[in-house]
């Protein structure tokens, strides 16, 4: 696996991680956003936990394909959020009323870059490759 596809699932990722950053808080006007942001949170710090844990191809691959399917999930509500919240799109600053969650998202976003460049250790594994695949068909 070339380098190029790595920046590319990468670029994915913080784009997911951006988007859903500005998103969350308490009783405003993004509340309803909440409860996907903390899930989101939550397994993207399960899956830099698992990267970071990650000695082998075998468990990069496992970490890899479990975002993915989280994402999956995850996907509808994401873009059910851009659509209702467009103003969020390109925002660097979300507005201080969405909270800790996304300042929480903003600082897992720091993380994910080194965890998945950890992955390149393993870019020439078959069982990496597949799950880095499926999980770039899903960002798509």
Do not use: H, R
């Not at 405003?28 to 899930?39: A, H, I």
């Not at 082998?56 to 994402?71: I, N, P, W, Y």
């Not at 999930?73 to 851009?82: A, C, I, W």
């Not at 600053?93 to 976003?109: F, H, N, S, T």
Request: net charge negative; charged share 30%.
């Amino acid at each position: 696996m070339n380098e190029k596809k790595w920046t590319v699932l990468l670029t994915a990722a913080v784009f997911v991680i951006g988007l859903a950053a500005c998103a969350g808080g308490g009783g405003g006007p993004y509340s309803d956003l909440k409860p996907v942001v903390k899930k989101y949170n939550t397994e993207v710090e399960k899956f830099i936990t698992a990267m970071d844990k990650a000695d082998s191809a075998e468990k990069v691959a496992a970490a890899l394909t479990d975002f993915a399917d989280v994402m999956k999930g995850l996907k509808d509500s994401m873009q059910k959020m851009e659509e209702k919240y467009p103003e969020l799109k390109n925002m660097s600053d979300p507005p201080a009323e969405l909270g800790e969650d996304a300042q929480k998202m903003q600082e897992l976003a720091m993380k994910m870059g080194p965890a998945m460049m950890k992955a390149m250790k393993y870019a020439d594994d078959p069982a990496v490759q597949k799950a880095q695949e499926a999980f770039e068909n899903i960002m798509k």
